[in-house]
């Protein structure tokens, strides 16, 4: 089993950037579909952004412009890159990854049991 853990958040104001990154080990399923999503306090969790296999992006349209989402199968990780933030941004980001399969989706991941403890990111006007 794959496990997953964040890190990267913190508190920063607002049009500041931030960069997440998601570090897989075990069984490691680096080429498959992955993402993030974020929780804001009484918010459902949203996906952000996904990346596929063959490095097809996805994003929220709340973010796009803003955030990009790499991938490095050497290193085994996925980063988020914020840029821009504004106190909306302001949340629990999570990264999630899929076992082996087709289709990459939020609803997809969202579906998935591989998910990362969490990293808050807190943005001040």
């Known amino acids: 089993q794959v496990q997953l853990v964040e890190s990267g958040g913190g508190s920063v104001q607002a049009g500041g950037s931030l960069r997440l990154s998601c570090a897989a080990s075990?069984?490691?399923?680096?080429?498959?579909?992955m993402g993030w999503f974020r929780q804001a306090p009484g918010k459902e969790r949203e996906g952000v952004a996904a990346?596929?296999?063959?490095?097809?992006?996805s994003y929220a349209d709340s973010v796009k412009g803003r955030f990009t989402i790499s991938q490095d199968n050497a290193k085994k990780a996925m980063y988020l890159h914020m840029n821009n933030l504004t106190p909306e941004d302001t949340a629990m980001y999570y990264c999630?990854?899929?076992?082996?399969?087709?289709?990459?989706?939020?609803?997809?991941?969202?579906?998935?049991?591989?998910w990362g403890q969490g990293t808050q990111v807190t943005v001040s006007s």
């Open positions: 999630a990854a899929r076992p082996p399969g087709s289709g990459c989706s939020f609803d997809l991941l969202r579906r998935s049991d591989i």
């Open positions: 075990g069984h490691t399923y680096s080429r498959n579909c």
């Open positions: 990346i596929d296999k063959d490095g097809s992006t």
